[in-house]
């Protein structure tokens, strides 16, 4: 089993920046593809974007182009960078794993690990 660690959040005006970190520890990080999910309130939980092993990534078209999605494995972490934040982004953001299979898979249900989560709060 791995055990993930969202950090980094915060409350932060709009057109501000933030990088999110996911610290893996238990079992390698290597073998899995790591996804980004987000919860506001009364909303369910979304996909943000996921990144394959390979380096692959994929991106929820309200934050393409915005936020970007990286890893190392070598240090078991994994990384959002957030820019140009709009208060929609405000939700509690957290870092899943999965094991690799083919693409990139944007359900939550799919992916085994979870983080506790990581508030980030986007003012106008």
């Known amino acids: 089993q791995v055990q993930l660690v969202e950090s980094g959040g915060g409350s932060v005006p709009a057109g501000d920046s933030l990088r999110l970190s996911c610290a893996a520890s238990?079992?390698?990080?290597?073998?899995?593809?790591m996804g980004w999910f987000r919860q506001a309130p009364g909303k369910e939980r979304e996909f943000v974007a996921a990144?394959?092993?390979?380096?692959?990534?994929h991106y929820a078209d309200s934050v393409k182009g915005r936020f970007t999605i990286s890893r190392d494995n070598a240090g078991n972490m994994g990384y959002l960078q957030m820019n140009s934040l709009k208060p929609e982004d405000t939700a509690v953001y957290y870092c899943?794993?999965?094991?690799?299979?083919?693409?990139?898979?944007?359900?939550?249900?799919?992916?085994?690990?979870w983080g506790q989560g990581t508030q980030v709060t986007v003012s106008s």
């Open positions: 899943a794993l999965r094991s690799p299979g083919y693409g990139i898979v944007t359900t939550a249900g799919e992916y085994a690990y």
């Open positions: 990144i394959s092993r390979s380096g692959l990534t």
């Open positions: 238990g079992r390698s990080f290597s073998p899995y593809a």
